[in-house]
């Protein structure tokens, strides 16, 4: 198989079960997993866009919570972050609501990096990179 055909056969649809803290672990000491898939292109430029803040003199500041938790919203399919059940329950208005009182910031912040580095934001892709030329 060429290169060609690798990406033609290998879009979008990656998921990925991923342990995200000591803390999530079930009553045996086996972690609790969540499955994640890779964001696309248009939903992540979508979220790019709406938490860039344009402000006076030009100054652009980005909200990186906001856009980490609806980064997890979109592309957590176990557990569901949208379940109204689930919100209701405590006492939340909104899935951003929900993941900020379920998880602690450290929690929301690897959770959000497994769904970038899924999604192809490999930190250390060129390290290898250069190991791979040099091997």
Known sequence: MDLQEF????NAGLKEKVAVSERLKN???EYFLFE????????????????????????????????Q??????????????DAESIKKLNCSS??????????PGEISRL??????LSGFDNDFEDRLESAKNY
Do not use: H, M, R, W
């Not at 990406?7 to 290998?10: Q, R």
């Not at 790019?48 to 919570?65: E, L, W």
């Not at 938790?69 to 949208?82: A, D, R, V």
């Open 95 to 104: 899935p951003e609501e929900y993941v900020e009182k379920v998880l602690l």
């Open 36 to 67: 994640i898939k890779a964001a696309e292109q248009k939903q992540f430029e979508e979220l790019q866009k709406k938490n860039t803040i344009y402000g006076k003199k030009g100054k652009v500041t980005f909200n990186n919570v906001s856009f």
């Open 7 to 10: 990406l033609n056969s290998t």
């Open 27 to 29: 009553e045996k000491g």
């Open 112 to 117: 959000a990096d497994c769904i970038l580095k």
């Open 69 to 82: 938790n609806e980064l997890i919203i979109e592309n957590t399919i176990y557990p569901n972050f949208k």
